[in-house]
């Protein structure tokens, strides 16, 4: 039973209220078939709306059951809408783009009623209307009665317990209208049927009651229903529009529209376009600059030495001190500052156990190690007749393989020109540059005319030189040692049995595409040569004797400076010519370093194979600082990736300042979609006010605008992708007729599958203010629209 108790409501434009109900009272059967008759105006149609919840009233109470809705709340009405009231309009109101079996599922849809039980329900309710071999039709295949049937069979989809007609007859013609009516009056056996009409003869013919409204009143009720006190046992169904379901509807509202479709993706997709083609180039460059420095990089060293720096510019004075100056200032004064506050120097205690850790990395990742020893060994050089001292500056350790082949590093990286790469310690090697050039004083070292224009390398290759053990080369003069230096002297150290010869094996030259060419030109030997002279130099008489004494360097005779550090400013030193303080002195650590006394090199350089060899290396060596207090770590310095790190910055920001242009058309790419989805609102209005007839919540209305932005988002997402593909293929092309680059365009699949989850996000963000404006639309005004 459906009972209205002093309904009332009223419209206000402006300054004017229009009375549409006024305090009417009406009682329903549940199953009778009610004609509501009256002029244009009369306040029928409003009150029909608000049978059906598709308006509400001012005042009083509509009551369904025996259960109130003035508590009802929107979702409330939805639910009463689906549930139970079924529509029958006189414009029929079926939605265009969808079939005449779909259109009649809908409100099932929403009631989610499982897919099988909806079709078998719509084609029992279609076949019961006389449609079962239109099915699969739409809307505009079909005659005004056949609409109006589906608009029937929609209504009666549900099950509801009340179907509301409004002027279903209007639009059709005499003899369809019978039809119509004879179906209708066929549902009104067992449901409540309220029809609204302006034909009297009509209504009292078909139905079992006229109500007659006029001025917002009820004038006259044939068959009137007294008050009756109803228990509550009515229940509401909640609905609810799955996704999904938005989707389909929002899919084939836009296959409606292709072509407008297709170009309103394109144009969304130009953005997505721009950033894709950027962080193709960019992807493509970094592995073209990658691949470019795992092989001009590999072999950059990992270099550990006894003394590091590291510069932090984060949060120092003198960063903070500089912002607040004005730079090129007209300042009439100086501002000091201490440059060191922007330096960290770490000390590396560098132990034979760091070094034995170090010699246990898998020589298969190394090509070679290189240790630079402050050694000053003892060489001599004789032309047959007269042995002279070599300044052993010009000398150097060339890397060698762990466990043995110390020439293999040569192999890889240098060329032989004359002679052998050195197969044993004593043999030496001289490195010249790219145009076989060689330092005076290094030619000079050797023995030969310095001032001569070319020298052959045959006079070269085979030469010898003496390496003498501190006890012939040192000998005590008082209570210091002196170099035994006279020319008889030297010639007898040079004689002398225990001098170890050496001889140049043969001269190397960088490759020409070589990578890795550290050594500068000069003569190179190995660093078993160098721990061969330091384990007899660590037994020495002038190792021993500088050991034992703290404060005097035994070679000059000079007092050691009181500070540890070699070269360390004492406050208010006076400076010497050339800058240098007054306490440069040696310090005793570094004469004995200088005297063979130490095995510890200065530093250490490891020549890795690749650059994977490299990653490798630098694990193995933190493996060491794992669980050690900073003071106790050993920094080292990779110098590969501080170049990687400053390249792979540029890189990175060039691409960051070119996507935020190409993002603007992200911007204009969202207000369009925007305008898009507004216009789609404008045009599916009715579509709207059909929805909401049917139960469907606001959050419904604005789930389906967002499946369209969704739908147009993705599909422009992909398009976007698709013609990004195809582009890199030219884009490749020309720049490997300008660079030699090949296939420097590549745009890597996970920034494709991002950039398509962008694009949907941004055009659903972009549909978001319609999609809300549409949920907001009155189903009334939106039922009225064309």
């Known amino acids: 039973m459906l009972q209205l108790k002093n309904i009332s409501k009223s419209y206000t434009t402006g300054d004017f209220t229009q009375v549409a109900l006024d305090k009417v009272s009406l009682n329903l059967r549940e199953n009778e078939f009610v004609a509501i008759l009256g002029p244009s105006g009369s306040g029928k149609t409003t009150c029909l709306n608000i049978i059906g919840g598709l308006d509400q009233y001012d005042s009083g109470d509509l009551i369904i059951n025996g259960k109130s809705t003035q508590n009802f709340q929107d979702s409330d009405w939805d639910a009463y809408r689906n549930n139970s009231v079924g529509f029958i309009f006189q414009s029929y109101n079926l939605i265009a783009h969808l079939s005449i079996m779909d259109n009649v599922e809908l409100g099932m849809t929403l009631s989610g009623v499982p897919a099988a039980e909806k079709r078998h329900k719509a084609k029992e309710v279609l076949e019961k209307v006389g449609l079962k071999d239109h099915l699969h039709k739409k809307p505009n295949q079909l005659s005004g009665g056949q609409m109006q049937r589906v608009a029937i069979a929609r209504a009666l989809a549900n099950d509801p317990d009340i179907i509301l007609a409004d002027e279903p007859t209007g639009a059709l013609d005499t003899q369809t209208s019978e039809q119509i009516m004879e179906l209708i009056k066929e549902i009104a056996k067992d449901k409540l049927v309220v029809m609204v009409t302006h034909n009297p003869e009509l209504a009292r013919k078909y139905t079992d009651r006229t109500v007659e409204f006029r001025d917002g009143k009820i004038i006259s009720d044939t068959d009137p229903l007294p008050d009756q006190k109803v228990s509550s046992d009515y229940k509401l169904k909640k609905t609810a529009m799955g996704f999904s379901t938005a989707l389909k509807l929002s899919f084939k509202n836009i296959m409606t529209k292709k072509w407008r479709t297709t170009l309103t993706a394109f144009a969304s997709s130009i953005g997505i376009i721009g950033i894709a083609l950027i962080l193709a180039l960019s992807n493509g460059f970094n592995k073209q600059i990658n691949n470019y420095e795992a092989g001009a990089l590999s072999n ?22 500089a912002t607040s100056k004005e730079e090129y200032s007209d300042s009439q004064e100086i501002y000091p500052y201490d440059p060191s506050a922007n330096t960290i120097m770490h000390t590396n205690v560098l132990t034979e156990k760091y070094l034995d850790f170090v010699k246990q990395i898998d020589p298969a990742l190394i090509d070679g190690i290189s240790y630079a020893r402050k050694v000053n060994m003892n060489i001599l050089k004789s032309d047959g007749k007269t042995a002279t001292a070599i300044n052993t500056s010009y000398f150097s350790s060339f890397p060698s393989k762990a466990g043995g082949a110390p020439g293999s590093y040569l192999e890889n990286y240098y060329d032989l020109l004359a002679g052998s790469f050195p197969s044993k310690d004593t043999d030496l090697v001289l490195i010249v540059d790219e145009y076989n050039q060689l330092n005076v004083a290094s030619v000079e070292a050797l023995g030969l005319d310095y001032t001569a224009d070319s020298i052959g390398f045959d006079d070269i290759v085979g ?16 209570d210091h040692f002196v170099v035994n230096g006279t020319a008889a002297n030297l010639s007898d150290m040079y004689n002398s049995t225990d001098a170890i010869p050496l001889r140049i094996a043969g001269i190397i ?8 060419s550290t050594m500068a030109a000069g003569i190179a030997y190995s660093d078993d040569l160098a721990l061969r002279f330091i384990t ?12 034992q004494e703290d404060t005097i360097n035994l070679l000059t005779g000079d007092v050691f400076p009181k500070t540890s550090a070699q070269t360390e400013m004492m406050p208010g030193a006076p400076m010497m010519p050339g800058g240098a303080g007054s306490n440069t002195a040696p310090v005793k650590e570094d004469v004995l370093a200088a005297l063979g006394a130490t095995s510890i090199p200065a530093s250490i350089s490891i020549y890795p194979k690749d650059f994977d060899s490299k990653e490798a290396i630098v694990e193995y060596l933190d493996k060491w600082n794992e669980d050690l207090p900073e003071s106790d770590m050993i920094v080292y310095t990779d110098m590969a990736a501080i170049v990687t790190g400053l390249t792979g910055g540029i890189m990175n920001a060039i691409t960051l300042v070119l996507i935020a242009f190409a993002s603007i058309s992200l911007v204009v790419s969202m207000i369009m979609i925007a305008i898009i989805t507004y216009i789609s609102v404008l045009e599916r209005t009715k579509e709207i006010g059909v929805l ?7 959050k419904d209305i604005t789930r389906v605008f967002n499946a369209e932005t969704f739908i147009i988002g993705a599909f422009s997402g992909v398009l976007a992708i698709g013609i990004t593909y195809l582009l890199t293929i030219p884009a490749n092309i020309i720049i490997k007729s300008l660079t030699d680059l090949s296939n420097v365009a590549q745009l890597n699949p996970l920034h494709a599958l991002l950039l398509i989850l962008i694009n949907v996000v941004l055009t659903m963000l972009g549909g978001f203010i319609p999609a809300k404006l549409a949920a907001k639309k009155n189903p009334v005004t939106a039922l009225r629209s064309e």
């Open 300 to 321: 950059f060293p990992v270099s550990i030495s006894q003394s590091a720096m590291s510069f932090d510019r984060s949060e120092t004075a003198a960063d903070d001190a």
């Open 463 to 478: 030469q010898e030189f003496k390496l003498i053990p501190n006890d012939l080369y040192y000998v005590k003069s008082g």
């Open 509 to 516: 030259r960088a490759q020409k595409d070589s990578p890795m």
């Open 536 to 547: 007899s130099a660590q037994a020495s008489k002038v190792v021993k004797a500088q050991e």
């Open 692 to 698: 909401r007839a049917l139960g469907a919540r606001k």
